[in-house]
């Protein structure tokens, strides 16, 4: 998606990044002010292109919904997300897709097969027993969606850089790339992929993970926004090759980590 280089009508430039400014908190706000404050940066955090007053309007909409300063994460990729304590999750957590919840898709666990594919040393696929299996670990982290709401969820699950040691992924590859049951989609770069809060998920709330929140698998990454965490995952390739995804494919900003 091309980024802003020139001049926008109707947007004087100079006061949107002061306005976004003032909506961030801190430390984001210090971070944003000391470095990447310009037009573009703005549009890197938003993952809005900004082409007019509409969506600079839009693109100030979205900085104000940001809460907790976990969007200073993009100024520094090595640092953690804030976890939270279990009295912080959201109840009900929300469901969200580009269907209502009552169209998401039903997988079934029992014939249910991960395909591992691409630059990985053991193609396998892997049963869901399998990844149960495998050593769980617990995180209460924040999902932010680009539409304006954010929610504190309770995932466990089996970190990502751990299953890709496992299967002798090349993790020199640029890329890792997710299929869903129903035809989403998803590219990573790999330094989120190796980033220790990201996360195949198996279970929310300590329960297995329901139909709505992806079954029998997502991946979680609270470093990105809530459209690159891939619920209903069915196959993973690792890539040179970016392979886009629903999303990014429909002109969202592909980075969008916060
Ligand atoms: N397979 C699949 N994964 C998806 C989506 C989707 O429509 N299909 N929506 C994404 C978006 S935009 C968001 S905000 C989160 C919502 O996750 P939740 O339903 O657990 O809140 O899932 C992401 N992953
Ligand atoms: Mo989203």
Redesign the pocket.
């Known amino acids: 998606m091309p980024r802003l280089r020139k001049a926008v009508p109707g947007v004087d430039a100079k006061l949107l990044i002061k306005d976004a400014a003032r909506l961030m908190p801190d430390p984001a706000r210090r971070a944003f002010l000391r470095g990447a404050a310009s037009l573009g940066a703005l549009a890197f955090l938003t993952g809005c292109d900004i082409v007019d007053s509409l969506s600079a309007e839009n693109a100030l909409r979205k900085i104000s919904h940001f809460n907790d300063g976990v969007q200073a994460l993009l100024f520094n990729p090595n640092k953690l997300a804030p976890t939270y304590p279990e009295s912080a999750v959201t109840k009900p957590?929300?469901?969200?897709?580009?269907?209502p919840e009552d169209e998401a898709p039903e997988v079934d666990g029992e014939t249910y097969r991960f395909e591992v594919g691409g630059l990985v040393e053991n193609k396998k696929s892997w049963t869901l027993d399998e990844l149960r299996a495998l050593p769980q670990e617990r995180q209460i982290t924040r999902?932010i969606?680009v539409?304006g709401w954010s929610?504190i969820?309770d995932w466990t699950g089996v970190r990502l850089s751990e299953f890709l040691k496992r299967v002798g992924a090349d993790t020199r590859a640029k890329y890792v790339w997710f299929q869903?049951?129903?035809g989403?989609s998803n590219t990573i770069d790999m330094p989120t992929a190796l980033h220790p809060q990201t996360q195949m998920t198996l279970k929310f709330a300590n329960e297995v993970l329901p139909r709505?929140?992806?079954f029998p698998m997502?991946i979680r990454m609270p470093t990105k926004l809530?459209?690159k965490?891939?619920?209903?995952v069915i196959a993973m390739q690792v890539t040179n090759k970016d392979l886009g995804g629903?999303?990014e494919d429909r002109g969202y900003n592909w980075f969008s980590g916060l």
């Open positions: 957590f929300p469901f969200n897709g580009y269907y999902l969606c539409e929610a969820g869903c049951a129903e989403y709505k929140y992806g997502k809530g459209f965490n891939p619920k209903y629903y999303w």
